[in-house]
């Protein structure tokens, strides 16, 4: 069978679908002093998936969060790699309080083409990565 | 906000695949 350190170098979704694999991108990201963008990344999707069993205020207040941590500092990582135009949407639905399971998925795959097109390749290319292997 | 940052960090743990 193929070691899962090669699978990682197939796509970003292989890396990101292996625990092991996570945990030394995280690490390269560290590093590089942007691991928030992994961890935006996967709260994201953590915010759409508990929709279906959570509550509104839980969600709420997670929005807030997230908005908080990652989008409302516009020096941070995270913020600098969205667009104005992502980032007052997300910010006008966590004012009016319209919270959407979908609401950060468009911030998401900004992050996400972030990732491949930059982080990611770097990474297969680090000491971190070839140390590993 | 400690509760904010626990709420955050369990919505991140609860994306990640788990263990297999």
Request: aromatic fraction near 10%; charge should be negative.
């Amino acid at each position: 069978p193929t070691p899962p350190y090669l699978k990682w170098a197939e796509s970003l979704h292989s890396l990101l679908d292996d625990q092991d694999g996570i945990h030394l991108f995280r690490n390269f990201l560290k590093q590089e002093e942007c691991a928030d963008m992994l961890d935006f990344w996967f709260a994201c999707s953590g915010f759409r998936k508990q929709e279906a069993n959570e509550g509104n205020e839980k969600m709420l207040k997670l929005a807030k969060a997230i908005y908080k941590k990652y989008i409302l500092d516009n020096n941070g990582i995270v913020s600098r790699q969205i667009k104005p135009a992502t980032k007052s949407f997300i910010k006008d639905c966590v004012m009016k309080l319209h919270i959407d399971p979908a609401m950060f998925d468009q911030a998401q795959t900004e992050i996400q083409t972030m990732m491949e097109e930059n982080t990611y390749p770097l990474f297969l290319k680090s000491d971190i990565y070839l140390e590993y292997t | 906000i400690d509760s904010e940052d626990d709420l955050l960090q369990e919505c991140i743990s609860s994306a990640m695949p788990k263990k297999k």
